[in-house]
């Protein structure tokens, strides 16, 4: 057996992944049960792959990312750490200055207090002579001098500290803030890291699902082969048996134009040959199907005498109507999987007439009416015969 391939592009559409599952329940309808169920399940594993796939490529992509930012943002915050220690000792530096020049101007202050300015006065009183008072004056002078002196340095180293202290501050901020990001970073790692292993784990699941179901699909094909050799022989047996009655019929014309719509529902399944993709058979899929609630009434979609009421295997409950000829060949309505049979053979019925229930019996994964266009037995497309609007 050879696992089909994904039947949607976009893996991230889960309608298409729905419809594709949808597709392979309509295909298996005379598969076994455990045969469906293997393949549904390894459709729905091999639709869900590219999505698995692409979600492990991202989640790579992003852990990949996230660990290099958190790196980069790592290596910025010891940048801005060993920035702030700097101007940290900067700041320290510069106060250390400013305190020893408020300590000289607290000592010059001090002096001043204690009578100093009159000890200069007795300095320039006690001069000997004119030179002796220059020496002490240009003496004085200097003193003073050394004094304003220690008041700038005081001034200044004042400014240099607070300009240290501001840019200390502005430092612990940015290594705080990047300190910040870097502990952001890492828990986005962290994070993506998580994701990634998810991501890994769902695919080996879906793997180890697809395995699975692809050997309990291979165990059945001998089941299911001989289903579809059932499916084949009674079809033609179908034909035959339609054709015999064509045969025995009158040459009553059928007239009736456009067919009614035989039920209200929705078409679920088209006319036509079927491949089965997990067996590799062909499949004649002889009419168009109707999905409806279990129950809704089934009408016949032209007046006519009902030629066949019963059991049919791939079709349950299973009921054909006779409505004339057209160009000669005898033309005939069938409907099946039937919840009720309504009409007897032999029974002739109205346009619109209720000849039965939906349901899901026979070959069928879920309630809705199989719905032929036969001529002299021979199946054709009902969608050639019914309004355009399905209504």
């Given amino acids: 057996m050879v696992a089909p391939t994904p039947a949607f592009a976009d893996p991230g559409d889960a309608a298409s992944a729905a419809k594709a599952v949808d597709r392979a329940s309509a295909v298996l309808e005379n598969a076994t049960e455990q045969a469906r169920v293997a393949a549904l399940r390894l459709e729905a594993a091999t639709n869900a792959m590219p999505a698995a796939e692409l979600r492990v ?83 004085i002078d200097q003193l003073m001098h050394a004094q304003q002196r220690e008041v700038d340095r005081l001034i200044d180293t004042r400014r240099v500290a607070r300009s240290a202290q501001d840019q200390a501050g502005l430092a612990k901020r940015q290594a705080e803030d990047a300190e910040a990001l870097a502990q952001g970073k890492l828990l986005a790692a962290k994070d993506a890291q998580t994701a990634a292993v998810s991501a890994k784990a769902a695919l080996a699941q879906l793997v180890a699902t697809r395995q699975a179901a692809l050997r309990l699909a291979n165990a059945q094909r001998a089941a299911v ?81 009902v030629i ?38 032999g029974e002739y019925v109205q346009r619109g007439e209720v000849i039965g229930r939906v349901g899901t019996t026979g070959a069928s994964t879920g309630n809705h009416l199989h719905f032929e266009t036969r001529f002299n037995g021979v199946p054709r497309n009902p969608l050639q015969y019914l309004p355009n609007c399905l209504c």
Avoid at 118 to 135: E, H, K, Q, Y
């Fill in 57 to 139: 490529a991202t989640s790579r992509g992003t852990l990949a990312a996230a660990i290099t930012a958190a790196n980069t943002a790592g290596r910025q915050a010891n940048a801005a750490r060993i920035a702030y220690a700097k101007v940290a000792g900067d700041y320290q530096r510069a106060q250390d200055q400013f305190e020893d020049a408020r300590g000289r101007v607290d000592q010059i202050a001090q002096a001043s207090y204690m009578g100093s300015t009159f000890s200069r006065i007795n300095v320039l009183v006690d001069a000997t002579g004119p030179a002796d008072l220059m020496d002490r004056l240009s003496l």
């Fill in 225 to 305: 082969l001989a289903r579809y050799r059932q499916a084949v022989a009674e079809e033609q047996r179908i034909r035959a048996a339609l054709r015999g009655w064509a045969v025995k019929s009158g040459d009553g014309r059928y007239d009736g134009g456009q067919l009614l719509m035989p039920v209200h529902g929705w078409k679920s399944s088209d006319f036509g040959e079927r491949y089965d993709p997990y067996y590799r058979v062909w499949q004649l899929h002889a009419g168009t199907d109707f999905a409806a609630p279990r129950g809704t009434p089934i009408r016949a979609a032209a007046a006519g005498h």
């Fill in 308 to 345: 066949r009421a019963g059991w049919s295997d791939g079709y349950g409950n299973y009921t054909c109507i006779d409505h004339g000829r057209v160009d000669g060949d005898a033309f005939e309505t069938c409907y099946g999987h039937q919840s009720a049979i309504l009409v007897s053979v």
